[in-house]
């Protein structure tokens, strides 16, 4: 069974840009996976910020960018804000259907 | 403005059935992928289930064959029908449109979760 592994936590300074990965158990993501990325703050529900690998959702700010960086994809946030504190989750589509969400990312902006 | 309402959760024993619903405004389910997402207490989120606008239906291994997604058109409303329900099902279940993207190159049609509704909490214990 394929899992999707993601940063169990990330630390990122005010101002800062922190790079979030998301990769395969076994095999390389690609654009093929069409990878997206959401964000939940604790007791929401969550926001869709990238699809298709790079695309922003609407009313996404540009700080917010992503990318397949070697054998992962990747969301980057330049210029952290404290209200990016919050979970992070990529999703990846397997095919016939089917997605599977990363275990998710806990980042901390201190 | 497009928006998804979940309802039907609730407390049930182990071995019942359940059924959700998403009440979609702003838009139609009948022209649109339509998703399931849960996330147990604690826990990270989990890709349920999934409609395609031609009656595809997709699972995930931890329900298939125990839930059924479907939609009533007229309802404008999709559905989440779970049975022989498990204390790990205990979950907040969230409904979300599945915005369809079709790759050129590969003749592929994928998804995206895009508009996410707030959730309803399915508790199963006995």
């Known amino acids: 069974q394929t899992v999707v592994t993601q940063e169990s936590s990330f630390s990122v300074s005010p101002g800062g840009t922190v790079t979030l990965t998301c990769g395969l158990s076994?095999?390389?993501?690609?654009?093929?996976?069409?990878p997206s990325w959401y964000q939940q703050t604790p007791g929401q529900a969550p926001r869709t910020l990238i699809y298709?690998?790079?695309t922003r959702s609407s009313g996404v700010p540009d700080r917010f960018s992503g990318s397949i960086l070697g054998v992962k994809a990747a969301l980057t946030i330049t210029g952290a804000q404290a209200d990016d504190e919050s979970d992070y989750y990529c999703?990846?589509?397997?095919?016939?259907?089917?997605?599977?969400f990363g275990g998710g990312t806990r980042l901390t902006v201190l | 403005e497009v928006r998804v309402v979940e309802f039907g959760g609730g407390f049930i024993q182990p071995g019942g059935s359940l059924r959700l619903s998403c009440a979609a405004s702003?838009?139609?389910?009948?022209?649109?992928?339509m998703s399931w997402v849960r996330q147990a207490p604690g826990k990270g989120l989990e890709w349920v289930s999934v409609?395609?606008?031609?009656?595809?239906?997709y699972y995930a291994d931890s329900v298939k064959g125990r839930f059924t997604i479907s939609r009533g058109n007229s309802e404008n409303t999709v559905f989440l029908q779970m049975d022989s329900l498990r204390g790990e099902d205990t979950a907040i279940y969230y409904c979300?449109?599945?915005?369809?993207?079709?790759?050129?190159?590969?003749?592929?049609?994928?998804?995206?979760?895009?508009?996410w509704g707030n959730g309803t909490t399915v508790t199963v214990s006995s």
């Open positions: 409609i395609y606008t031609a009656g595809d239906r």
């Open positions: 999703v990846l589509f397997m095919g016939r259907g089917v997605s599977v």
């Open positions: 298709n690998t790079d």
């Open positions: 076994s095999g390389s993501v690609s654009t093929s996976y069409y």
């Open positions: 979300a449109t599945a915005n369809r993207h079709y790759d050129l190159l590969t003749g592929i049609y994928s998804y995206y979760m895009d508009v």
């Open positions: 702003g838009f139609s389910v009948s022209s649109n992928y």
